[in-house]
């Protein structure tokens, strides 16, 4: 196995436990979802009070996909793949992962910790990748993105900017963004801790393409294993650094930032699957995307942050009580309308050309 | 010249698709891709399946070419 497999999961795993030691809620490490909620919440995009912080762990995902994506020679200003609809996109999986209460990496972080409710969650996020693969394999593609060229190329560099606007933002502290004064917005590890850990996960994420919908994606596709390794590992080093600190406890309920509702678990997290294996990444590969330049990655984020705001406004994200009458509406309205574009989206190609 | 599959600009796993379908009627294929990732995939694939894999890259675009 390739080192960059074992270190990136280790990152990721041990970095999880560890941000959590140093003072971030409980299986809440890393979260692609609920710390971009977060970032919503600063930004006034939802005003759930105790949902506020820009979590510095995000924004270093961006910006160390962008320093490595630079240095590598990988950094390519790229786009116009039907933005509007990856915004829908970044829509649905945002509020499959609400109703979940996180994204599929914070399902294995939780399963790590002992929390049961996350392997409800992590079957309905494969569920809605199977059903992904099946749109797939009937011919659904949202277009073609292509290179930008000349000055447009500074388009590339927008997510990197408002990554870098956010992290001077919250090394302010209060005064611009909002920030939670009660948990869990108001638990957080110190600021360089969670840059530092966001920024090396970042870059070895960008470097690795982890993706678990493309992990999950690629085995049902032609049985490749690599980005699952990953994974792996990322749950091994989670569950020894858990059990290490005594933060691991087994169940199902009273679990932190969990509920019970298995069906809605299952169904959050297959909305979240199949709107990503369309997207052509999970909500952490957006991200990484993003910041490598990628502007329809920035359109699905961009959606995904207004999914949070959705969610939040209208009383329709999972809580630890569970998931209310708006939330279950909203997870079945998602899939019916992502099931709908897996149908009709199928952009004709001509994909044989001579002499290209 | 042969023919050449397009695969430039398409989301993951667009590309991997394609050249695998491609791969199941023909002995050789090339494939244009733009993406290191999926020129990855490409590759990781088709040399799981005993396939003989060169490619070239010029201005960002990788030319894959695939043969038994």
Same mark, same amino acid.
């Given at each position: 196995? !390739?080192?960059?497999?074992?270190?990136?999961?280790?990152? =990721?795993?041990?970095?999880?436990?560890?941000?959590?030691? =140093?003072? @971030?809620?409980?299986?809440?490490?890393?979260?692609?979802?609920?710390?971009?909620?977060?970032?919503?919440?600063?930004?006034?995009?939802? $005003?759930?009070?105790?949902?506020?912080?820009?979590?510095? #762990?995000?924004?270093?995902?961006?910006?160390?996909?962008? %320093?490595?994506?630079?240095? $590598?020679? #990988?950094?390519?200003?790229?786009?116009? $793949? @039907?933005?509007?609809?990856?915004?829908?996109?970044?829509?649905?999986?945002?509020?499959?992962?609400?109703? =979940?209460?996180?994204?599929?990496?914070?399902?294995?972080?939780?399963?790590?910790?002992?929390?049961?409710?996350?392997?409800?969650?992590?079957?309905?996020?494969?569920?809605?990748?199977?059903?992904?693969?099946?749109?797939?394999?009937?011919?659904? !593609?949202?277009?073609?993105?292509?290179?930008?060229?000349?000055?447009?190329? +500074?388009?590339?560099?927008?997510?990197?900017?408002?990554?870098?606007?956010?992290?001077?933002?919250?090394?302010?502290?209060?005064?611009?963004?909002?920030?939670?004064?009660?948990?869990?917005?108001?638990?957080?590890?110190?600021?360089?801790?969670?840059?530092?850990?966001?920024?090396?996960?970042?870059?070895?994420?960008?470097?690795?393409?982890?993706?678990?919908?493309?992990?999950?994606?690629?085995?049902?596709?032609?049985?490749?294993?690599?980005?699952?390794?990953?994974?792996?590992?990322?749950?091994?080093?989670?569950?020894?650094?858990?059990?290490?600190?005594?933060?691991?406890?087994?169940? =199902?309920?009273?679990?932190?930032?969990?509920?019970?509702?298995?069906?809605? @678990?299952?169904?959050?997290?297959?909305?979240?699957?199949?709107?990503?294996?369309?997207? %052509?990444?999970?909500?952490?590969?957006?991200?990484?995307?993003?910041? #490598?330049?990628?502007?329809?990655?920035?359109?699905?984020?961009?959606?995904?942050?207004?999914?949070?705001?959705?969610?939040?406004?209208?009383?329709?994200?999972? +809580?630890?009580?569970?998931?209310?009458? !708006?939330?279950?509406?909203?997870?079945?309205?998602?899939?019916?309308?992502?099931?709908?574009?897996?149908?009709?989206?199928?952009?004709?190609?001509?994909?044989?050309?001579?002499?290209? | 010249?042969?023919?050449?599959?397009?695969?430039?600009?398409?989301?993951?796993?667009?590309?991997?698709? /394609?050249? /695998?379908?491609?791969?199941?009627?023909?002995?050789?294929?090339?494939?244009?891709?733009?993406?290191?990732?999926?020129?990855?995939?490409?590759? /990781? *694939?088709? /040399?799981?399946?005993? *396939?003989?894999?060169?490619?070239?890259?010029?201005?960002?675009?990788?030319?894959?070419?695939?043969?038994?």
């Amino acid at each position: 196995m !390739n080192w960059l497999i074992i270190a990136t999961g280790l990152v =990721f795993g041990l970095g999880a436990v560890l941000l959590v030691k =140093f003072g @971030n809620p409980g299986n809440y490490g890393f979260c692609a979802a609920c710390q971009l909620r977060d970032i919503a919440g600063a930004l006034g995009i939802h $005003s759930v009070p105790n949902l506020q912080y820009a979590r510095p #762990e995000i924004i270093g995902f961006i910006l160390g996909s962008f %320093g490595l994506a630079r240095f $590598s020679g #990988e950094f390519r200003p790229r786009g116009g $793949s @039907n933005p509007a609809l990856r915004f829908v996109l970044g829509m649905a999986m945002m509020i499959g992962a609400l109703v =979940f209460l996180g994204c599929p990496l914070r399902g294995i972080l939780r399963v790590a910790g002992g929390d049961l409710n996350g392997l409800t969650g992590l079957a309905g996020f494969i569920a809605g990748i199977g059903a992904g693969v099946v749109f797939l394999k009937r011919g659904f !593609n949202l277009g073609r993105a292509h290179t930008y060229t000349g000055s447009v190329q +500074s388009t590339g560099y927008l997510a990197a900017a408002a990554a870098l606007v956010l992290l001077v933002a919250v090394g302010m502290g209060a005064g611009i963004l909002n920030v939670s004064t009660k948990p869990p917005g108001s638990l957080h590890a110190p600021i360089i801790i969670s840059l530092i850990a966001g920024l090396a996960a970042g870059a070895l994420a960008g470097r690795t393409r982890m993706c678990l919908s493309g992990g999950f994606r690629d085995f049902m596709l032609v049985g490749d294993t690599g980005l699952l390794k990953i994974y792996g590992i990322m749950f091994l080093a989670a569950l020894a650094g858990n059990l290490y600190f005594g933060f691991f406890k087994l169940g =199902f309920a009273n679990q932190p930032l969990s509920h019970t509702m298995h069906l809605w @678990n299952f169904l959050g997290l297959f909305l979240t699957g199949l709107a990503a294996t369309l997207a %052509g990444g999970c909500p952490l590969r957006q991200l990484i995307m993003a910041g #490598e330049g990628n502007t329809d990655a920035m359109f699905c984020v961009l959606g995904m942050l207004a999914g949070a705001g959705v969610a939040h406004n209208l009383n329709a994200a999972g +809580s630890a009580a569970g998931v209310g009458i !708006n939330g279950q509406i909203a997870v079945v309205a998602g899939i019916v309308i992502v099931g709908v574009l897996g149908l009709v989206c199928r952009e004709k190609l001509v994909p044989v050309s001579k002499g290209v | 010249m042969a023919n050449v599959l397009d695969l430039r600009g398409l989301s993951c796993p667009i590309p991997l698709i /394609k050249t /695998k379908d491609a791969l199941s009627g023909a002995e050789t294929v090339q494939v244009v891709v733009d993406e290191p990732s999926a020129k990855e995939n490409i590759i /990781k *694939f088709a /040399k799981s399946q005993k *396939f003989r894999v060169e490619y070239v890259e010029a201005d960002g675009e990788y030319t894959i070419t695939i043969a038994k």
